[in-house]
């Protein structure tokens, strides 16, 4: 059974920075690409950031392009977003999922305060 956890939202001032982490089990981790997307309330979900399976290869949407960065660590299952220079329209929840594996974790949430 896959399984997605996802950590590290919280409330941080504009300008500021969190790091989320998604760790996954259940699925050989290394093969897939893994995103992380958002919602905010009343919006649709939407693209963030994707990593390949190596982690050679990283796509961003533009609106976070040079101040989030996508990592992972296949020893540990776990895909990570650095997150900097925060915006209140960054609030949302975020979610990680492997890419055309039909999986979503529960989300963490994160607050960005003007």
């Known amino acids: 059974q896959v399984q997605l956890v996802e950590s590290g939202g919280g409330l941080v001032q504009a300008g500021g920075s969190l790091r989320l982490s998604c760790a996954a089990s259940?699925?050989?981790?290394?093969?897939?690409?893994m995103g992380w997307y958002r919602q905010a309330p009343g919006k649709e979900r939407e693209f963030v950031a994707q990593i390949s399976g190596s982690g050679g290869t990283t796509y961003y949407s533009d609106s976070v392009k040079g101040r989030f960065t996508i990592s992972r660590d296949n020893a540990k299952n776990t895909v990570y977003l650095q997150m900097n220079s925060l915006k209140p329209e960054d609030t949302a929840m975020y979610y990680c999922r492997p890419e055309g594996a039909g999986y979503w974790g529960q989300g963490t949430q994160v607050t960005v305060s003007s």
């Open positions: 259940g699925l050989t981790f290394r093969n897939y690409r």
